[in-house]
């Protein structure tokens, strides 16, 4: 079993940056597909960004291709998200989640057995 904590959401402009951090518990971390998900007021929560326990396998959803990168740092037991150019319809709750390695997809949610309790970013126009 794993435990997620998210942090470093906050408030910023339009093209600005951030960097959400996703920290994990347990010392089987690198067993876990991690993936970084969004749920939007009154919308269904959405894959973003997934990445494979050693770190060379990565997806993103196009929507945030080349302008999002997520990074794992297995030492730290830490998975990031780095927030580029940032626009209003990025604006939503964060939720990092962990899946067991061997899974069919990164980006199917039904993956995903264990979540963080999410950090809200909110972009102003």
């Known amino acids: 079993q794993v435990q997620l904590i998210e942090s470093g959401g906050g408030l910023v402009q339009a093209g600005d940056s951030l960097r959400l951090s996703c920290a994990a518990s347990g010392r089987t971390f690198t067993s876990y597909v991690v993936g970084w998900f969004r749920q939007a007021p009154g919308k269904e929560r959405e894959f973003v960004a997934a990445?494979?326990?050693?770190?060379?396998?990565?997806d993103y959803a196009d929507s945030v291709k080349d302008r999002f990168a997520i990074s794992r740092r297995n030492a730290k037991n830490t998975v990031y998200l780095q927030m580029n150019s940032l626009k209003p319809e990025d604006t939503a709750v964060y939720y990092c989640a962990a899946a067991p390695l061997g899974i069919t997809t990164m980006t199917s949610i039904q993956e995903y057995h264990y979540w963080g309790q999410g950090t809200q970013v909110t972009v102003s126009s």
């Open positions: 990445t494979s326990g050693s770190g060379n396998s990565i």
